[in-house]
């Protein structure tokens, strides 16, 4: 079993800077990506930014030369540094962890971290 946590969210003023964390934990034989996501109410969850195991970065369009996604593979984290936030970019931010095993690979996620911007 794996637990996913993210951490960091809050309220936060356009324009500002805001740091997420996830960590993974328990039977983690090998992570390849780590994923942050995003989810407001009533809309379809989309991706955001991730990083795979050699440290190759993605962003969404909406995201990109905004925020930075960084690893730290020692401790099993993940980091999204949000800049220049807007209030579009207010909503549930969970992370996903894709983990290999001798059968496959298999994706955990989070219970997810609430980042809101005001104007």
């Known amino acids: 079993q794996v637990q996913v946590v993210e951490s960091g969210g809050g309220p936060v003023q356009a324009g500002q800077s805001l740091t997420l964390s996830c960590v993974a934990s328990g039977n983690i034989p090998r992570i390849t990506n780590m994923d942050w996501w995003r989810q407001n109410p009533g809309k379809q969850r989309e991706s955001v930014a991730g990083?795979?195991?050699?440290?190759?970065?993605y962003y969404s369009r909406a995201v990109k030369g905004r925020f930075a996604v960084s690893r730290d593979k020692s401790k099993n984290t993940v980091y999204l540094q949000m800049n220049r936030v807007d209030p579009e970019d207010s909503a549930m931010y969970y992370c996903k962890v894709n983990v290999d095993y001798r059968d496959g690979t298999y994706e955990f996620w989070g219970q997810g971290t609430p980042v809101t911007v005001s104007s």
């Open positions: 990083i795979t195991g050699s440290g190759k970065t």
